[in-house]
């Protein structure tokens, strides 16, 4: 599954908040191979995604808007989205997506307390479409599903996706993951944070449960909750989640990934090796966004649009969320994003003036 323009009003936070994923042009010897939908090279699509922000910017919430939406078609349930509103306000949001096949959907609608209504629109794709063309030439589709969530999710198809971070799901999915893929996952990396915790195995009495032994201490990984965390320090119990998310992705399709923060305790070297072994399991039209608040991570040879960062502002008088990419300012190769963010080119860091009352005068 692919994300290509994803809008949010009233949602978390978010008002006239608008991203696009969509690129416009090849990027001749880019380390993301394959930025395109399989068989349609022209439509083209941020692969990968590291987004970055100061706190309470909406990262977390991000996640947790598009889960939402997502959900609500996969298990046919509009009360999901009733989440999203708030208050009096109306809510509303507007997603374009790709699914299987050659088909864009675009999915809108708002909620407030009362109603829940849904527009819903396709377009083909066809061989030399880009998305602003395949956009263009999307058709009112909502008569078809007739309010019914029922017919939404049979003329989308079954979505496949995958959030990791407790605040946005409570716990991760481990049911349908390969089993052999994620004990070796697990060994590995929870190897790498702690040598002392190489005894990894599947538990025998209990069901998508694993074990892990350190000097008499069994440690339980069960249903993708572990149950003793305090035994464990803060870097390793995320090391656990890290290694779930990562052994997910070699066992899904056209799956969409939002990991959100799993590396907040794990040393930025590491960090960056495991965002690379994602990138590696990467499917064909497959899209992976990262966020983070590690500067070391915009030391990636990725393309200037993998970048993004997100940012409040005041207009009227009113706090809004808007997002910035690296591409929207940097247009040579050279041109270092670690650098443009530490002279606050994206106008994403923090003021942080109000701390100067603090300073001891001379």
Do not use: W
């Not at 990984?221 to 290694?243: F, H, M, P």
């Not at 940012?311 to 008088?317: A, T």
């Amino acid at each position: 599954m692919i994300i290509l323009d994803v809008r949010l009003n009233h949602i978390y936070g978010f008002d006239d908040f608008h991203v696009n994923f969509s690129y416009p042009k090849k990027i001749v010897g880019s380390l993301l191979e394959n930025e395109f939908l399989e068989g349609r090279e022209r439509f083209r699509f941020k692969k990968a995604v590291i987004l970055m922000g100061t706190n309470a910017t909406g990262k977390t919430s991000f996640g947790k808007a598009l889960l939402r939406i997502f959900k609500s078609v996969s298990e046919s349930n509009e009360a999901v989205l009733r989440e999203l509103a708030a208050g009096d306000q109306t809510a509303g949001f507007q997603v374009d997506f790709v699914n299987e096949g050659y088909i864009l959907h675009r999915l809108s609608g708002t909620i407030d307390k009362d109603n829940v209504n849904i527009r819903y629109f396709t377009a083909d794709i066809a061989v030399n479409d880009s998305y602003e063309k395949a956009a263009a030439k999307l058709k009112d589709r909502t008569d078809d599903v007739s309010g019914s969530f029922k017919k939404l999710k049979d003329m989308i198809g079954p979505l496949s996706f995958r959030f990791a971070y407790p605040e946005i799901e409570t716990s991760l999915r481990i049911g349908d993951v390969k089993k052999q893929a994620l004990l070796k996952t697990l060994r590995a990396v929870i190897g790498t944070l702690d040598p002392t915790l190489t005894d990894v195995s599947i538990a025998k009495d209990l069901k998508d449960s694993f074990v892990i032994r350190r000097r008499g201490q069994e440690i339980i990984i069960q249903d993708g909750k572990l149950l003793n965390r305090d035994l464990l320090s803060s870097g390793t119990a995320e090391g656990i989640d890290v290694a779930i998310f990562l052994a997910s992705m070699l066992s899904y399709n056209n799956s969409f990934y939002y990991c959100d923060e799993h590396f907040s305790y794990i040393q930025s070297d590491i960090e960056k090796r495991i965002f690379g072994l994602m990138l590696e399991r990467l499917g064909r039209n497959e899209q992976l966004i990262f966020t983070t608040h590690n500067a070391d991570m915009l030391e990636l040879n990725l393309p200037k649009h993998s970048f993004a960062f997100l940012k409040k502002e005041i207009n009227g008088g009113e706090c809004t969320v808007a997002v910035t990419f690296a591409s929207d300012y940097l247009k040579r190769n050279t041109d270092s994003v670690k650098c443009a963010l530490e002279n606050d080119v994206f106008g994403s860091l923090p003021d942080d003036s109000l701390l100067d009352e603090l300073e001891v005068e001379q």
